[in-house]
């Protein structure tokens, strides 16, 4: 499990750094943030609320992971121990960031959703992009855990060409509707 005996001062400084993460975390999450949200409550721009609210949560998670990583560097692990720790940090670190941008991006559509009226319900797109987001996320951990995303990304465009050209009549239909209602020629 470790290619040397551990010492206790390893072990404590990694303790330490772990615990010291974890407060500033707390700190963080707690007064930054909350003072954050105080000040953008007076801003008129309705953007900067979403983005503190999509890291409400995730500040103390991204301390402790960072608290984890420095003690994973400081413990004398066997090189094979510590790629799996370090493989598992990172698969969480990319998930929890893919769900704060897509909770971001989600938001912001909305917001523009709102104010152009260009669409009767957004919540489509909204979703779209929020699973658009997340795949991406997981393409990015795929290739981080040493995948080639390549053949998969080939095989999906492949994939999509086949199913457009089956539901075509379907597909055109969908966006001259879409188009109906974004151009409203009649209104009702």
Known sequence: MFTEPLQWQDLFISIG?????????IIVERVILSRLKKLTARTSWQGDDIIITAIRGKAILWFCLAGIYGALVLLPFTPSINNILQKILFIIIILSVSLAIGNIAAGL?????KRTEALPSASLFV?????????????????GLGI???????????GGLAVALALQPTLSNFFAGLQVIISKPVSY
């Open 17 to 25: 750094l772990i615990i010291g993460a974890f407060i500033i975390g």
């Open 109 to 113: 559509m909305t917001i523009h959703s």
């Open 148 to 158: 080639s995303i390549t053949p998969l990304i080939t095989a999906l465009g492949v």
């Open 127 to 143: 979703n779209l992009t929020r699973i658009l987001i997340l795949i991406i996320g997981g393409l990015i951990i795929l290739q």
